[in-house]
């Protein structure tokens, strides 16, 4: 078979499978997608990508009730919040997390582009990528699906998130997509989570120290991110084919 046709085959099953799933499951509870991601569609081939930040807890939590040694990845960019690095750790130790991998930018690569760690303050873009994206992709190896922590209500592209998609070789679980703010709180006080200490500081969602800041606007919680740039994705989440080409 011609290769051409091998790649049609491929995207056509690609395609094939993200409508029966998010036919059969957008409107599922995020523990039922849980469930038939990890324990049949995707069973030792899924990981879930944390930056254990404001939110995180609600799906360390649900992923802890069906697989608490479903590999996690934490992007460990030697940037984050000395309070992100404890909250993980609480988080670990509350919930019997026992796959948690530290992935942090080639080192390298880091004394090459950036040695005194302020590619942050004339490259944002740059900064993500060394710290982020490319860490990700060999984390990623051997895994055929990720799941995210993304929700609508975070606003900006992620309003049209659908709870399955594709993108650069490898399907995306968005369990949380359908969820709420008032959700989110509510599942909070229901399973009696621990809060990252920052969001009590005004701080309702979390990255790196350099580029986060409280939230400016009360009504938009990433508007503390990136605060005054044309920027609102680290690039993680942001097809390759359209990330800016910064090295």
């Known amino acids: ?3 051409s ?3 049609l085959r491929i995207e056509e099953d690609v395609d094939q499978r993200l409508t029966r799933l998010n036919d059969e499951l957008r409107d599922a509870s995020a523990q039922t997608i849980l469930r038939a991601s990890i324990l049949r569609e995707w069973l030792g081939e899924l990981t879930y990508v944390s930056s254990f930040g404001a939110e995180s807890a609600v799906m360390l939590a649900l992923i802890a009730d069906v697989d608490p040694d479903l590999p996690i990845i934490f992007l460990e960019t030697g940037m984050h919040f000395p309070q992100t690095l404890d909250y993980k750790e609480e988080l670990i130790e509350r919930l019997g997390l026992t796959n948690v991998r530290e992935t942090p930018p080639s080192e390298e690569e880091r004394l090459a582009l950036d040695p005194k760690n302020t590619l942050w303050k004339t490259d944002p873009d740059a900064c993500c990528e060394l710290r982020k994206v490319r860490p990700l992709e060999p984390a990623l190896r051997g895994f055929n699906a990720w799941i995210t ?8 592209a992620r309003m049209s998130l659908p709870v399955f998609e594709h993108a650069d070789g490898r ?5 949380l997509a359908n969820w709420t703010q008032e959700d989110v709180q509510t599942y909070f006080k229901r399973r009696e989570l621990p809060r990252h200490p920052l969001v009590a500081q005004g701080y309702p969602s979390i990255g790196c120290w350099p580029c986060t800041k409280p939230a400016e606007d009360p009504n938009d919680i990433r508007s503390g991110r990136w605060a005054g740039q044309d920027k609102s994705e680290c690039g993680l989440h942001i097809d390759k084919n359209e990330r800016p080409r910064v090295f």
């Open 149 to 156: 922590g993304r929700k609508r209500f975070h606003g900006g």
């Open 5 to 7: 046709d091998i790649k």
């Open 171 to 175: 399907f995306k679980v968005n369990p």
């Open 1 to 3: 078979m011609p290769y």
